[in-house]
């Protein structure tokens, strides 16, 4: 409630300033609740059917100072909140699987739910000048062109945020401009010096009436990065160290129980000193067994219970040791995208296209050896596209496209053609189940591979296997306007993965995701209040099988609904 009161001051500290700056205030946002069920994500013959609900309530303040400055704001509440799930309560996420920040790769093995939070997201000052137009702060982002290769998290969540500076140019019809960028700062402090994280853009479109074209390019400057070989290491070490540090816990707990009981039945034999000297002698371990055995009594061995419980926690810290380690390797990307779209409307034909190409390298902080090859450097390029046709005739809409993501699951040599490797791509969604991150299944859809790795569906950032693979999907699908306010859908989705991964004996996996039937229904009950609801059914491929780790795989039917209060 102190938050909350805190930004009502602040905005009427702001309003007392009318008589000097002509201060408008213009607030915008939404409110939704969402419900999930599926019937079986992890896509196995064991899983329970996962049902839940949450919320989120997001607000856009925009100051406008006077006609050339302007503050825009955002924050959001309840952001997350699953219904039902207690304030602050910590749940160990995807069975001990990483998850990370998107950027910097850090590692957050567990998620709080925390139903009061209250986090402001955006904060950036909109300049109007005689050369052009100025963007400074914590920008809102959203998506270029058809969103291939984005990750802006559209869905209105904002998480990761874009510190900037813009400079936008308009030109008659052209809008051109440069953006400098910040994802991690080390400058700050004196821990690491120069290990931050830029990227620089530079882009321009040109619009017309009934259609606009785009070319962006981007430089990415990460020096804090970690590769692909890395991170599956530190994925499956602290597996590893979740076994071991589990085994640990329970040999010392057998080891605890055992000698309490045997100081139990000691001490009508007088034999307590013996007790004492067992768990670390092997004579007097012997010698108790044989008291207590004389007496009718099974032997203990106090000496193999602590020796074991002693070698468990070893291992365990090694381990852990290992796990920290995997850590800290760190290298320097260096890349540049090149990103182009079209998108146009011509009658009753709209066309959405867009390309990508990725080259650079990887500059890591270790040698490592592949094929007999002493390597030190990753060389990067990697390529996609997407296309998208609609054809609208008598209140239907007939659609079908194809996209392509160039993929590569071999994280061992001195390449990577992986466009995953380098960006996560959630912002292009064509299939609620095996291509959105809305659907909440890119960390979780088929469960995991031999390694413990969650396979998780396209938009599934390199800590997934999916991911990186890549994959080649097509689509059709049909859209009927009902009523004014009410449309009803179909769409149908193909799907293979582009370099199937290997199992740890070198077997390929099956490259078939299968195929999706996605139904929706599109409803503005009334003025600023929309439903959403989609029934999902995925076919699921052999790729799932995890090249015969996961044996019996089941479909999955999801049931999503949605419904939004926007002002």
Not at 100 to 114: H, L, M, Q, V
Not at 199 to 210: A, I, P, R, V
Request: aromatic share 12%.
């Amino acid at each position: 409630m102190k938050k909350v009161r805190l930004i009502v001051v602040i905005c009427a500290m702001l309003m007392t300033a009318a008589p000097v700056v002509a201060l408008e205030v213009e607030i915008s946002g939404h409110y939704f609740v969402e419900t999930f069920n599926n019937s079986n994500q992890t896509l196995s013959d064991t899983d329970a059917t996962n049902d839940y609900g949450r919320m989120e309530f997001m607000a856009e303040p925009v100051f406008k100072i006077n006609d050339n400055i302007s503050l825009t704001t955002q924050f959001t509440a309840l952001q997350g909140h699953v219904w039902g799930q207690p304030e602050g309560n910590s749940v160990n996420y995807n069975d001990h699987t990483l998850t990370s920040d998107f950027e910097a790769w850090d590692i957050y093995p567990y998620r709080t739910d925390n139903p009061s939070n209250l986090e402001w997201k955006a904060a950036y000052m909109t300049l109007k000048t005689s050369i052009g137009g100025f963007i400074i702060g914590r920008y809102i982002d959203t998506p270029w062109g058809t969103g291939l290769g984005d990750n802006t998290l559209s869905h209105g969540k904002n998480n990761y945020g874009k510190d900037r500076i813009m400079w936008v140019v308009p030109t008659g019809d052209f809008i051109s401009g440069l953006v400098l960028q910040r994802n991690d700062e080390y400058d700050q402090g004196i821990e690491k010096n120069d290990a931050d994280y830029h990227k620089y853009y530079f882009f321009s479109t040109y619009k017309q009436e009934n259609w606009s074209t785009g070319l962006l390019l981007s430089r990415y400057a990460h020096k804090n990065f970690l590769n692909g070989r890395a991170m599956r290491d530190i994925q499956m070490s602290y597996a590893g160290y979740n076994e071991l540090a589990d085994a640990a816990t329970t040999a010392r707990g057998i080891y605890t129980g055992t000698y309490a009981q045997a100081l139990q039945l000691a001490a009508p034999l007088g034999a307590a000193s013996l007790v004492q000297a067992a768990p670390y002698d092997a004579t007097a371990s012997a010698t108790l067994d044989a008291t207590l055995g004389s007496m009718g009594y099974p032997g203990l061995d106090l000496y193999g219970l602590n020796s074991a419980a002693i070698s468990a926690e070893g291992a365990a810290a090694a381990a852990g040791a290992s796990f920290r380690e995997n850590v800290e390797r760190r290298s320097n990307l260096k890349i540049w995208v090149i990103n182009s779209y079209f998108m146009g409307t011509f009658g009753p034909i709209s066309v959405e296209a867009e390309a990508l190409y990725g080259w650079g390298e990887i500059e890591m902080d270790e040698t490592r050896v592949w094929e007999g090859k002493s390597f030190d450097t990753i060389d990067a390029e990697a390529v996609a596209a997407t296309v998208n046709l609609k054809y609208n005739v008598a209140g239907f809409t007939f659609n079908a496209g194809a996209t392509y993501v160039q993929g590569d699951s071999n994280f061992d040599d001195d390449e990577t053609n992986s466009v995953g490797y380098l960006e996560q791509s959630i912002d292009l969604e064509h299939g609620f189940l095996l291509t959105s991150d809305l659907s909440e299944l890119n960390f979780t859809l088929g469960g995991t591979d031999e390694n413990g790795i969650p396979l998780g569906n396209t938009a599934g950032a390199r800590t997934t296997v999916t991911g990186p693979a890549g994959y080649a999907s097509y689509w059709g699908g049909i859209k009927y306007q009902v009523l004014e306010n009410l449309n009803l859908g179909f769409l149908y989705v193909k799907s293979k993965a582009d370099d199937a991964p290997k199992t740890n004996a070198g077997i390929e996996w099956d490259d078939d995701h299968g195929s999706e039937y996605d139904f929706t229904v599109e409803w503005a009950v009334m003025d600023n209040l929309k439903f959403k609801g989609v029934v999902a059914h995925l076919d699921a491929g052999d790729y799932w099988k995890a090249g015969g780790f996961n044996k019996n795989v089941k479909d999955n039917t999801t049931l999503y609904g949605r419904l939004i209060l926007e002002f």
